[in-house]
C-alpha cells in the first residue's frame, strides 16, 4: 500500500480535502502512483493527517468521481488507469465547488453507495449451487478434470443455445457457440479472428469495453447517440468497419434501440463485405415493463452479427462464464485462427453451470431476481418522485441503475460531490464517454443495496441537493 | 460431424486404409475439411465403407502421426490446424511404409496409448477438493461471488509465492504475480505489455505455445538444442529480442538446462534493454532422481525473466489456473495496460486452490503422484531395456514422457505406423519441430496408462518393431 504523505501548506484558504485531493490527483497525473497501486483507506488516512474521516472521504469521492480513483466494494480504493484519464479535461480544484464546513463533521457511518456495477448477491441459490458442485466432484466423474472441448463442453454451449432461443429469439447451433472465461477474453479471441479495426462504439458506453478494445490495438470511433441507440447516419458517415452496440438495454444511458434503426444499423452492417456488428446482450435479462426485446441477432439477415452473453450479471461476477456466437464465415475463421485454443473455464464449472441452466435453475434464479430487481426499481422511481421537478429521470424499466439529469445544468462534479459530503455516492455519467464531456447527470444503481437504504439514500440526496441549491 | 464418402478406387494396387488416408489429408490439406471438425469414429466409419475397423484405424494412426488429425481421449478424431501443417514436407501415400496385411484383421480391444499429454487422473483427490469446495460454497461466503481482484485473490497469490519460494527458489511477492485461466490466456496479456516481438523458441517444442505466440503476431525463431539446452550462440546470432526456454525440463526433449548455459542465457537477455525470457515451468514437480533443478528465474539477477506455472500438470487440466510472475519492469508496465483486466478464474476457485497449497494438499498429492509416476517411469525404462540395443532412450528421470531414437536411423513414421498397426500408439517427434524435419525419434508418454499396461506396450512394441525390420 501507498504511503501518503501529504505536506500540507499553511495557508488555510485551501481546505484540507482540497490538497489531499489535488495532491493525490498530481501523484496519478504523473505516474508517482500507478494504475492498480492500492491507497490507504479513509480511516487510515485520516488518522496518518491528523484529519478527520469526512475530510478524506471528501477527497477521495472526488478522486472517484473523476475517475482517478477506483473504488472496490469491499475492497478499497485503487488507482485508476492514468492514460485515458489525461486525455480528460484539466479540472483545476478552484473550479470544485465542494462545501468545506462540512468536512469536519465526523461521520460514523458507512457510505450509502447507488453504484451501478453492483448486484444483489443476497439471493445467490447458494444450496443449488452446491448440491450441483457436489454432484459433479464425483470419484466417476472423473473425465470432468481431463481437458475438454476448445470451444466448451457441448452440454452447456447446447444449454445456451436453448436459452438463447427460448428467452433471445437467437436460433443457433452449439457449433457456433464460445464459452470463455469473460467477455475480456472472447475479445481477445475475436480480435485474432478479424484483425484489428475501427471499432464505432456508442458514446458513452462501456468504458471496459472501450479499454479492452482500444489496449488490443483497435481505433474507437465514437458514434453519438439519440434516443433510438446509435446515430446510424453518423456511423455510415464514419469510416468505422465494425460497431459495438448494446441494442437491448444501452449501457449507461439505458437506450432501447428502436426496430426502424436496428434495420439500419444491420444494412449498414449488410452493405460492406467484412463489416462486423459486435452486440453485447449484457443484462437484457432484466425488464421490468413492457415486452422483452429480442436480440438483434435473432434479425441479422446478412451473418455479421457477434453476439456476446455473459452469466456474471445473472448469476453472480465470479461464475466467469461468458460466451459469444459467431457467424458462420467467422466462425470457420475461428477453428482456423483460434481452434487450438483451449477452454478457458473449468469443465467442472461448465458441467455445473450447464445443470442450472438445463434444470430449470437459471430460470428460476432470473425470475426471482427480476422480481427483486423490480421491487428495488419501483422503490427508487418512487423516492424520486419529489426530485422529478429538479431532475429528467431516464434508463427506467430494465437494467439496475437509473439516470438523473439535472434540469437547471448543475453539473455532475457538484452533484456527485454534495451527495458523497451527505454520505451516498452517486456516479458521474461523464465518465462513461469515449471523449472528454460536460454532464448534467449522475447515474444511480441499485443492485446492491435494500429499498430502506434506497429510500433513505434518496432522501439525504433530495437535502443534499436542495440545500446546496438554496446557498 | 462430417459424412465421410470415400471413392474407393476400383484399382487395388492402393489397399484401402492408403486410400482413406489420401483422401482425408487430401480434404484437410485444401480446406474442405477445417480445423476442428470431428471425424466419424474408426468404427462409424469402418461401418459406413464396408472395411475392418483396422483398417480405418491404421489410416486415422497415420494421420495423427502426420499431424493431420487430433486424437482427444474419449472425445475422437478432430481435424487438425491446417496452416502449420501446409509447411510441412509432402509425404506421398507412395512413402508410406505401412503393412496392409495387418489390415484386415480385427481388433476387438482398444489402442494402448502412450500420449505424451495424459495424465493420471486416478490419483486425484476426489474428496478433499469436494470438501474445500463445500466449505467454500457456504452462505456465509458470499464475496466469493462477488468481483474479486483483477490480478487474482491475495490469499491465492501469497500461496503460490510460498510455495515458488519453498520449492523454485524463487523469491517473490504476491503484488508481482497474475493469476489466470491458463498458460494461453497470460501469453496473451503479456502480449500486450511487451509488444510484437522477435521470439527464440528451442526446436523442437511445445507447439501449442509457438501456436498462441504466432497467433498473437510474434515472430518465432527457432534456435537449435545440444544436451545442454537452447544453444546461446545460436540464440546470440538471431535477432530475437525474447526468448520462451524450458530450463528445467525441456518439452519435448527432456533436457535440462546446464548451469553455465543459464548463465549465458541470463547474460544474453541482460546485454540489450528490454530483452525477456520467459520461463515455462509446465512440470518441475516431477522429477524423480538427481537434485531438483531451481528455477531459472531464481537466478535472475537483471528482473528480465517472466515466470509461467500452472496447475494444470500437477493438479489436472480441468483446473483453468496458471499464473506468472512479472519482473519489476513489465510489472509496472502491466498495471499500466492490463490493471484493468478483470481476473479469469473464478473466486470460488482460487479459494479451492488456495486453501489446497496452503493446508498442504498440494504437497501431499505432489509426493503420491511423484511416487505413482515413478513407478510408471521406472517399469517404462525396466521395459524398455531389451530394445536399447535398437534405441537410443532419453528424456528420463523427469516428467511424464521418454524419447526413443532409433539407431537404425528408421524413420518415425515407419515406427508409429508399425506399433499402430500393432495396437499401440506412439508419437513422432517431428511434430515438435517448429520447421519440417525429419525425425527418427518417438515419444512414449506413460502417466495415463497403469505399470501393466506399459509393459504390455513395450511388450507388443518390441514384436512390432522387430518383426517388421526382418521383412
New interface residues.
Partial sequence: MIDLMIPFTDNKSAPYYEQIYCFIKREIQEGRI????KLPSTRQLAEKLSVSRSTTQLAYDQLVAEGYLEA????GYYAA???SLLAMPERSSEKMELRSEAAGEERGEEMLDFSP?GID??H?P?SV??KL??ET???GN??????????GEQKLRRAICDYLQASRGIHCRPEQVVVG??S??LL?LLW?ITGKRRIAMENPTYR?AS??LR??GHDIVPVAMDRSGMRADLLAQSDADMAYIMPSHQFPTGAVMSVSRRREILNWSAEVPGRYLIEDDYDSEFRYRGRPIPALCGSDYAGRVIYIGTFSKAV?????VSFMVLPEELN?RY???????????????QEILARFLEEGHFERHLNRMRGIYRNKHDALLEALEPLRKEFRISGEMAGLHLLLESRRGEREETLTARAAEAGVRVYGLSAYFLEPAESHTVILGYANLEEEEIRRGVQILQEAWSTKESI
Avoid: H, K, N
Fill in positions: 500507478s494504475a492498480g497501486e472496490r466494494p469491499c475492497r488507469e492514468v492514460e456495477r448477491l443476497g445467490f447458494f449451487w452446491r458442485s457436489r466432484l464425483q470419484e472423473r473425465e470432468f478434470f481431463a481437458s475438454g472441448l476448445p470451444r472465461a469473460g475480456e477474453y481477445m485474432q471496459q479499454r479492452v489496449g488490443l453472480a461476477p465470479a461464475i466467469r470457420r477453428d482456423e485462427v483460434c481452434g487450438f485454443y483451449a477452454s478457458t473455464v473449468s469443465r467442472v464449472d
